[in-house]
C-alpha cells in the first residue's frame, strides 16, 4: 500500500531542496570571492622583492705609481698608469657594464670605483707642488655608465656620488725621455663610489649620506709624504613597491690593506691625525667596525653591499677579518658564492680562472626579514677581449618586509 503525499507535504519538500541548492550556491560563491582574497593576503604577508646589485668598475691600473721613491719615478710611473687605463678601453668596459645591469634590471645599484681621469697640457704639477688642477676629462666612469643605462630614455637616476680619493702628478705619457721635466701632462685621478635607483619601478629613496671613514691607509709617497688614501660610505633609505623602509648601505674597504709596504693607519679624528703602525688587514677591519657600530646600526632593516676587500673564511686563504666583523653584528650573506666574482687581471685580461674568490658581497639585517629569492653573478664574459671589470658584478633579488596598509 503506497503512501499518500499531500499537495501540502510536496511543496515543503521542494522548498527545502530550493532552500539547500540556494545555501549551496552561497557556499560556492563565498568560496570563489574568498579564495583571491585570502591568496593576495598571503601574498602581501611574504613581502616585497627588491633586487639589488653591487658592481666593481676599476680604474684598469694597479697604481705602481704609489711605490716611488723619487719625483722623477714617480712621473715616470704616473704616466705608465694611464697607459695601463687606456688600453683597457674604459668607455668599452663601462657600455658592458651598464649593459649588464640592464640585463638585471636591480632596483638599487652600488658601483665602486667610478672613477675620473683628468689631464692638463701644458702641465704645472698640480696643487700638490703649487700648480692648478687639471679640468680635462679624459675618462669619467660614473658618466659613462649613466649614458649607456639612460641611452634613449632615463632608467637609472644618481641617488649620490661620493669623492674618495684625489692626487695630480705630472705624468711622462709617452714614456720618452725620464722623468718630470720629460712628461707632457698633468694627470689627476678622483676615485669614487655612487649608489642608482631605477627609475618608474617605485623606487623611494629618501635620508641621503656619505662619510669617509675616520681610519685610512697612509701611503708613504716618496720616503717621506704620508698620503691618506679616505674610503668611505654612502646610505640612503628607502621603500621599493610598497615594502617597508630599509636603510640601504653601500662601502668600499681599503683595498691596498694587504700590502706589506703600506701599513701606515692615520686616525684623522685627531688633530693632528694619529699615526699608527699596524699589520695586515687591521685598517679594514677597523672601517668595518666604524661601518656596522655607524650608519649600518639602525632600528629599520639594513641592506649592506659592496666591495668589502674580504674573503668569505674558507673561500680562499687570505683576510676575513673585515667580513667577520660584519657577521658579528648580525649581518647575514644574502648573495651567491658560486661563481666566485674575484678576481681578473688590472688590465681586463687574463682568464675565467683567476675569478676565485668572494669579497663583493649583499649582506642583510636582521637575517630572518631580509631573505634571498636568487642571486647571480654578471661580467665574467669578455667583451672585445677583456673583461668589463677585474670584478664581476653581484645581483641579488631579497624578499623584503611589505608595509601594511591602514587597517589591516
Known amino acids: 500500500m503506497s503512501a499518500h503525499v499531500t499537495p501540502w507535504r510536496l511543496y515543503l519538500s521542494h522548498r527545502l531542496v530550493a532552500v539547500g541548492l540556494l ?34 668598475a676599476s680604474l684598469g691600473s ?6 716611488a721613491t723619487s719625483l722623477d719615478e714617480f712621473c715616470d710611473k704616473a704616466g705608465e698608469n694611464i697607459r695601463e687605463v687606456d688600453a683597457t678601453k674604459p668607455k668599452l668596459r663601462m657600455r658592458a657594464i651598464a649593459r649588464n645591469i640592464l640585463e638585471k634590471k636591480p632596483d638599487l645599484v652600488g658601483l665602486q670605483e667610478v672613477d675620473k681621469v683628468l689631464t692638463q697640457t701644458p702641465p704645472d704639477n698640480g696643487p700638490l707642488l703649487g700648480g ?11 658618466r659613462l655608465i649613466l649614458n649607456r643605462l ?53 623606487v623611494r629613496t629618501s635620508r641621503v649620506r656619505q662619510q669617509s671613514y675616520r681610519h685610512q691607509l697612509s701611503f708613504d709617497l716618496l720616503g717621506s709624504i704620508q698620503y691618506p688614501v679616505p674610503r668611505g660610505w654612502e646610505s640612503v633609505d628607502a621603500r621599493v613597491r610598497g615594502s617597508k623602509k630599509f636603510r640601504f648601505v653601500h662601502t668600499h674597504l681599503e683595498a691596498f690593506d ?11 679624528s685627531t688633530d693632528p691625525p694619529t699615526q699608527t703602525v699596524v699589520s695586515n688587514a687591521v685598517v679594514r677591519a677597523i672601517q668595518a667596525n666604524e661601518l656596522v657600530t655607524g650608519p649600518a646600526k639602525a632600528r629599520i632593516p639594513v641592506v649592506l653591499i659592496g666591495d668589502l676587500n674580504s674573503n668569505v673564511p674558507g673561500v680562499k686563504p687570505g683576510d676575513a677579518k673585515a667580513f667577520k666583523r660584519i657577521r658579528a653584528a648580525g649581518f647575514r650573506r644574502r648573495s651567491t658564492q658560486e661563481p666566485p666574482s674575484c678576481c681578473s687581471e688590472d688590465d681586463g685580461g687574463g682568464t675565467i680562472a683567476d675569478f676565485d674568490h668572494v669579497v663583493d658581497h649583499i649582506m642583510g639585517k636582521p637575517g630572518r626579514k631580509i631573505r634571498l629569492v636568487s642571486s647571480s ?3 665574467r664574459t669578455k667583451v672585445h677581449g677583456l673583461f668589463p671589470s677585474d670584478h664581476a658584478g653581484v645581483f641579488s633579488a631579497l624578499r623584503m618586509p611589505r608595509k601594511v596598509a591602514p587597517g589591516r
Open 150 to 202: 639612460n641611452k634613449n630614455r632615463k632608467r637609472y637616476r644618481l641617488v649620490t656620488a661620493h669623492k674618495e680619493f684625489e692626487f695630480e702628478i705630472k705624468g711622462n705619457l709617452d714614456g720618452v725621455g725620464f722623468g718630470c721635466d720629460d712628461s707632457e701632462i698633468d694627470v689627476r685621478l678622483i676615485t669614487g663610489n655612487a649608489i642608482l635607483a631605477r627609475v618608474g619601478a617605485g
Open 23 to 56: 545555501a549551496l550556491a552561497g557556499l560556492l560563491a563565498f568560496t570563489l570571492l574568498a579564495g583571491p582574497a585570502a591568496a593576495a593576503k598571503r601574498k602581501g604577508t611574504r613581502g616585497v622583492v627588491v633586487k639589488t646589485m653591487t658592481y666593481n
Open 377 to 379: 653573478v654578471v661580467g
Open 132 to 142: 692648478t688642477n687639471a679640468t680635462t676629462v679624459r675618462y669619467d666612469f660614473l
Open 62 to 67: 694597479g697604481l705602481s705609481a704609489r711605490f
Open 258 to 268: 694587504n700590502d706589506p709596504q703600506q701599513n701606515t693607519m692615520l686616525d684623522t
